[in-house]
């Protein structure tokens, strides 16, 4: 079983910064890409970001150019650096890891992000 732990969350004026860590351990055998989900009140959960074993990056339309995610592959730790933070972006973020042979159904418990206007 693989177990990723997050931290980071809380609650930022619009315009500031946060950033999210998240930490794998458990029975990981090689990490196809870690990456940052979030979800909303009434809306489905979507992809913010993610990073693959060779460093390469996606991020979602609404996040770009603001957020950044990275990662310290010997730590199996993934961060997100949230810049410009905008109300919209208020959501409880979920991190996730695609493991090789455990899968992609990987998920953290969540940390809420709040950004008030």
């Not at 060779?54 to 592959?73: L, M």
């Amino acid at each position: 079983q693989v177990q990723l732990v997050e931290s980071g969350g809380g609650l930022v004026q619009a315009g500031g910064s946060l950033r999210l860590s998240c930490t794998a351990s458990g029975s990981i055998f090689r990490i196809n890409a870690m990456g940052w989900y979030r979800q909303a009140p009434g809306k489905q959960r979507e992809l913010v970001a993610t990073i693959n074993r060779n460093g390469v990056t996606d991020y979602a339309e609404s996040v770009k150019g603001r957020f950044t995610i990275s990662r310290h592959s010997a730590m199996n730790t993934v961060y997100l650096q949230m810049n410009s933070l905008k109300p919209e972006d208020t959501a409880v973020y979920y991190c996730n890891l695609d493991d090789l042979v455990r899968g992609r159904n990987n998920w953290g418990q969540g940390t809420q992000v709040t950004v008030s206007s």
